[in-house]
């Protein structure tokens, strides 16, 4: 982070808890539920929370949040440790709400012995009914007075595996008249025979979320809890567990969560996109998972940089993707290689070369701090170059190729398209050129000057590639705010293949960590489903902002 930077108003807090003694060190958590991969809107809390204590020193523990076995997986568990890694931070301690569940089930029993919960029995719809309205008090559960003996008799038996999931529930006892509806005697306990990804079948008691969160943090020690603003009106429970069960006084404090335009970042509705086969898998490029942003090409320091840009705000706000879409161009354009690639290609032709083939040299990356460096380019008299890159009947301020017409080659010559050939639809097949010896680049003494200059790649030494064009995902710019259901505003062209384009041949030495600019075509990376006989890369981003808003 930048020192001239203003300091947001959580490191305004957290220097202010430092400077005057409150805390002598800072000990902050990111606490993923395992219930999903991660996406942007969990990068932004990870550069956060790790932010903080790499600004500020003390250290930051990852703890997993598993109290739901249903849900949980070892998979997920995997997976949102690779995005922390890779987005470049490290936790102290690698912790799991399930590593609590004896201190938080005596958390419980104490509760019950200060008369501070009790077991219900109702249903959930009569609880629902029980709970009453935000404008209208509740009404207590014929249950809410059971003796403190009673409770602990049905909890232990409960504990003990001795009744059917939803027979019984732990409440806490609070008020069922407060304005906060989440202070109306919330469920702290529930009946789940389900095995945990951890603890096995050691329990078929588990723990609400909200009871277990702030605990898990009292018991770490975590002096400033930070999560998004919908966690507000739970502040005040949080804080009430605490002070009844007399523990470590964590904090909490909440802020804006990232909204970000025409993409969901509901995991309940990601994972619907999985299971529906809408999309190829958690990690599909058109997701906004950090594992779908590292495959399509998205670098640690672009979505560091993004969230840096974005800040940290008290209310909800709506980002443009574009913005990431900036924050990626601006790195790999002072990273990515620049190569040549044909996508929808023809056939160009020099008609008067006759020296075989030639190896010519091509910058890198000229905009690279060390100079990014030079490769060969091997050059022969069968080309391949772009369809549009040829124009029959030439427009106003046409500068490619025409009937009479030149252009200069990327690295190459300057070259006269002097006719071409069509199939029997009409189709050019061919453009049939001269070279102009004396124009070699680097080195041109022809005195021709061309306004035009293309890419291209030697026939003879090209590669087959397949190309995956990527789009936005929505063809709305808010489909969580749209009628009906999201998924019907799916973006039809997200994904475009392009089965045969050709790559010079420097890409078939291609790795999963390359980045590279294709000459006047966008950044590309190449996929995993890549094999030395079917290359595969994914376009990142185009070069410059080409997406329409809608109307």
Not at 253 to 263: G, V
Not at 456 to 461: P, T, Y
Request: net charge negative.
């Amino acid at each position: 982070m930048s020192e001239e930077k203003s300091l947001n108003f959580i490191e305004e807090i957290v220097e202010n808890d430092l400077n005057s003694g409150k805390y002598e060190t800072l000990v902050t958590r990111f606490p993923p539920e395992p219930n999903g991969y991660l996406h942007i809107g969990h990068a932004k809390a990870i550069c956060l929370n790790f932010g903080l204590t790499q600004r500020y020193g003390g250290y930051t523990n990852l703890r997993f949040d598993d109290t739901n076995p249903v849900t949980e997986k070892t998979e997920y568990v995997n997976s949102q440790q690779e995005d922390i890694k890779w987005l470049g931070f490290n936790w102290k301690n690698e912790l799991y709400a399930s590593d609590y569940f004896d201190e938080l089930y005596l958390f419980a029993i104490k509760l019950i012995e200060k008369g501070l919960a009790y077991v219900d029995e109702s249903s959930a719809d009569e609880i629902a009914a029980l709970k009453g309205t935000p404008t209208e008090p509740g009404l207590d559960s014929p249950y809410r007075n059971r003796s403190i003996e009673e409770n602990l008799e049905i909890f232990t038996k409960m504990k003990n595996g001795e009744f059917a999931d939803g027979d019984y529930i732990l409440r806490a006892k609070i008020d069922m008249a407060s304005t906060n509806m989440l202070m109306r005697d919330p469920i702290i306990y529930r009946i789940k025979h389900a095995e945990h990804h951890r603890t096995g079948n050691k329990w078929c008691i588990y723990p609400m979320y909200d009871f277990a969160h702030g605990q898990s943090d009292s018991i770490e020690n975590i002096t400033h809890s930070i999560c998004t603003l919908e966690y507000v009106s739970h502040r005040e429970l949080y804080d009430w567990f605490i002070e009844k069960l007399e523990i470590f006084p964590s904090k909490q404090y909440e802020f804006a969560r990232l909204n970000l335009t025409s993409t969901v970042m509901s995991k309940r509705k990601l994972l619907q996109l999985v299971n529906e086969n809408l999309v190829s898998g958690w990690d599909d490029p058109r997701m906004p998972t950090i594992s779908g942003l590292r495959r399509r090409g998205f670098t640690p320091k672009s979505v560091r940089e993004f969230c840096e840009r974005i800040g940290i705000a008290k209310r909800e706000n709506l980002i443009e993707l574009s913005l990431l879409e900036f924050c990626i161009r601006e790195d790999l354009n002072k990273t990515a290689k620049r190569v040549m690639a044909v996508l929808d290609p023809i056939k160009l032709i020099i008609t008067n070369y006759e020296k075989g083939t030639e190896d010519l040299i091509g910058e890198n990356n000229p905009e690279a701090e060390d100079g990014g460096g030079t490769r060969i380019i091997p050059f022969s008299n069968e080309l391949w170059i772009e369809r549009e890159d040829f124009m029959e009947v030439p427009a106003k301020k046409w500068f490619r190729l025409a009937p009479g017409a030149m252009v200069r080659l990327k690295f190459a010559y300057i070259v006269k398209c002097e006719n071409f050939v069509k199939d029997e639809n009409g189709n050019v097949t061919e453009i049939h050129c001269t070279y102009i010896p004396e124009s070699k680049s680097g080195n041109d003494t022809s005195g021709i000057n061309v306004k035009g200059t293309i890419h291209w790649v030697s026939a003879q030494h090209a590669k087959t590639a397949e190309i995956r064009l990527y789009d936005r995902l929505f063809t709305s710019e808010t489909p969580d705010a749209e009628e009906g259901d999201f998924k019907d505003y799916l973006n039809p062209e997200s994904l475009t293949v392009l089965p045969n384009a050709y790559i010079e041949p420097a890409l078939a030495d291609a790795d999963l960590d390359g980045r590279y600019q294709f000459i006047r075509k966008g950044y590309y990376c190449l996929d995993r489903d890549s094999t030395p006989e079917k290359l595969v890369f994914n376009r990142t981003v185009t070069l410059k902002d080409t997406f329409k808003k809608p109307n």
